[in-house]
């Protein structure tokens, strides 16, 4: 297999991005949209509930760019509930999960932790369980307390060949710091934004979180980080999450003219509002 970066937004359904990311009263599919300037998406719908199997299939079917791929967020109860999980639920996530296996879209499945998951006794023993109900799916773990910040943590998931999920979020004397740790065959890369002032506050919401763009400088240093995650991995990952009023699109964007060092297609509606991409 040769050495590949894969880059995309974490989610494509946003109120916010429609006039922004998507021209008013657009005809196509979002994800054929999306697959002119990306070749991977997070899907975001398969972390709230189970989608429909024909969803799942005409995601897999309406792609026209044969190397898209999609990483598959694992479910809320599964990583932020973490009580009552039933046979039916876990089956109900392994058929989904096999259907787009089986049309060859699969990078990974995402298990994404919340920062109040913390590393002791009772949560590793979840996770390793957790791990071994889906072990036979490409699998990226994502935690972000600086608790699991230890070689143990990262021998395990080495040994079981699990991606390290590499994180830029808000810094606080807790937080996983950024880094470019590879412990399989996928390199694993996703920025949240710096939103420090509304990353922990009580009033806060989705938006308001991941309302941030990255300056030109920033975008140079997580470059840095992502060249680094790919001299040690095969497959590269880069997703963005901070996707309010399309900024997520917009720092991807920049990050593929950076990282290829060339011009990329910019879409129209996009540099209307964020006329720096094409100045």
């Not at 760019?65 to 046979?87: A, E, M, N, S, Y």
């Not at 680094?228 to 699109?249: D, P, R």
Request: proline share 4%; glycine share 6%.
């Amino acid at each position: 297999m040769a050495k590949k970066y894969y880059l995309g937004p974490a989610g494509w359904s946003y109120e916010d991005w429609k006039g922004v990311v998507y021209p008013k009263g657009m005809k196509v599919h979002p994800l054929n949209y999306l697959e002119e300037y990306f070749n991977m998406l997070e899907i975001n719908t398969t972390f709230y509930n189970i989608p429909r199997l024909n969803y799942v299939e005409k995601w897999c079917q309406i792609l026209k760019k044969k190397d898209f791929l999609f990483i598959l967020k694992l479910g809320q109860k599964f990583t932020h509930v973490r009580t009552d999980i039933t046979p039916e639920e876990i089956e109900g996530y392994r058929n989904v999960f096999h259907i787009v296996k089986y049309h060859n879209r699969l990078g990974g499945i995402l298990i994404q932790f919340p920062w109040s998951f913390i590393n002791i006794g009772e949560n590793v023993e979840y996770l390793k369980n957790l791990a071994d109900l889906f072990r036979d799916f490409p699998l990226i773990v994502e935690v972000r307390h600086i608790s699991w910040h230890k070689k143990i943590f990262f021998e395990f998931l080495n040994k079981h060949n699990i991606a390290f999920c590499n994180i830029d979020q808000p810094e606080t004397k807790n937080s996983i710091q950024m880094t470019d740790y590879v412990t399989s065959d996928i390199g694993y890369f996703r920025f949240h934004g710096r939103n420090k002032k509304e990353w922990f506050a009580k009033d806060t919401n989705r938006d308001k979180r991941y309302n941030y763009l990255y300056k030109a400088e920033e975008i140079g240093h997580l470059k840095e980080k992502i060249e680094k995650i790919h001299e040690k991995s095969l497959q590269t990952f880069v997703v963005g999450n901070n996707h309010y009023k399309g900024q997520a699109v917009v720092n991807l964007l920049e990050l593929q003219m950076q990282l290829f060092d060339k011009k990329v297609n910019v879409p129209e509606v996009l540099a209307s509002h964020y006329p720096h991409l094409v100045s």
